[in-house]
C-alpha cells in the first residue's frame, strides 16, 4: 500500500509500506479523504510543529475519514464495508483528566501524526490503517467521505465555541477566517450569537466566512480602527497571530471571554497583562477536544452543518505535495484533501 511519509522539512516521499496487521478489538481502514490541516502544513513546511520536532519519518494527518475494510475479532461498533469518520485521539481513559471528561488534556494522549512523542505517532495519509474500535465512528446517509474528514475540525470549533460559554445573543469576533475560523463562525451560530464577525488579511477566506454565515468581515490589516473600540462579549482567536489576540483583547468589552484556539508561533510574546485586570478579561484556551468530537460526526451526518463549500480541492495520494502546496496557499485554498 502506499504511504505518504515526511522525512524532514520539504522532504515529503510516497512510499510503499506493509499492510497493516489486525488485532482483536482493532479495524482495518481504507482511506476515504484526509484533511490537511495546519499542522501537517508545519511538519511539511519546516520540520516541526511548534516545540513537535520530525526525529524519524513521520505519516501526516489526524483529520480522516474511510471505508471499513476488515474487522478483527470481537469488534461489534463497525463492520465492513461501514462508512466511518475516524477519530485520531486516543486517551488513556484512566488520569485524572480522562475521569474528569477532559480527554484532550490527557496525560498519556497519543494523538495521530503528530511528532509530540518518540516514537512518532504516525497518522492516516496512507491507503490502510488500523485502528481501534473506539475510535471509529459510523455513519449512515449520503454525507460524503470529504464532509466526514471535516468532523475533526469541526470538533476543534465545537470545543472553542464550548470554551467560550454561552453565546445565546452574544455579538462574536472570530480573528482568522481559515478553516478552523470558519468552522468556528458555524458553530457559533449553532450556539446562537446574534452577530459574528469575521477578520482576516487575505480576501477570500473572508469571502468563505461570509458564505458560511458570518454578518461582518472585516480586513485586519486595512480596516484595524474597526476593531480598536470595545464591541465583542466573546473572542475567538483562530489566526495564530500575536497581533491577532491584541486585537482580541482591545475588541473585547469588559468582562469579555477571549478564547485562544490558533497556535501561536513557538517563541516568547511580549504580553499586556493590565487590558485582562482592568477589563477583567477571562483568557482561555482551547485544545482540541472531548466529547465534541461526537457532536461534529452527528452534525456532519444529517447536514445540520454543511461544510461543503469549505473544501476547496481533492487529490490523490500520490500527489500529496501538490495538495499540501495549494494547502499553503490561503489566497486559493481553505482545506484541501488527500484521498486513496
Ligand atoms: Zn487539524
Ligand atoms: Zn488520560
Known sequence: MLACTIHAKEDLRIETAAMPAVGPGEVLVRLGAGGICGSDLHYYFEGRNGSFVIREPLIPGHEASGVVALVGAGVTRVKEGDKIAVSPSHACGRCEYCR???????????????????????????????????????????????????????????????????????SVLITGAGTIGCLTVIAARLAGAAKVAVSDVLDRPLAQAREVGADRTIRADREGDALVAPQFDVAFEASGSF?????????????????????????????????????????????????????????????????????????????????????KDKTQSTKVQVVA
Request: hydrophobic share 45%; net charge neutral; proline share 5%.
Open 100 to 170: 474528569e471528561g477532559r480527554e484532550q488534556l490527557c496525560t498519556s494522549m497519543k494523538f495521530l501524526g503528530s511528532a509530540s512523542l518518540f516514537p512518532h505517532v504516525q497518522g492516516m495519509f496512507c491507503e490502510y490503517f488500523v485502528m481501534g474500535e473506539r475510535q471509529c465512528y459510523p455513519v449512515a446517509g449520503d454525507v460524503s467521505l470529504g464532509e466526514l474528514a471535516f468532523a475533526e475540525p469541526l470538533a476543534v470549533a465545537l470545543h472553542a465555541v464550548h470554551r467560550g460559554g454561552d453565546l445565546l445573543g452574544k
Open 243 to 327: 497581533a491577532a489576540l491584541k486585537t482580541c483583547v482591545a475588541a473585547a468589552k469588559k468582562g469579555a471571554r477571549i478564547v485562544q484556539v490558533g497556535t501561536l508561533p513557538h517563541e516568547p510574546l511580549p504580553f499586556v497583562v493590565n487590558d485582562l485586570m482592568a477589563k477583567e478579561l477571562d483568557l482561555c484556551g482551547a485544545f482540541r477536544w472531548g466529547i465534541e468530537f461526537d457532536w461534529a460526526v452527528s452534525y456532519l451526518s444529517t447536514r445540520r452543518v454543511d461544510v461543503r463549500p469549505l473544501l476547496t480541492g481533492q487529490f490523490p495520494l500520490r500527489e500529496a505535495v501538490k495538495a499540501f502546496e495549494l494547502a
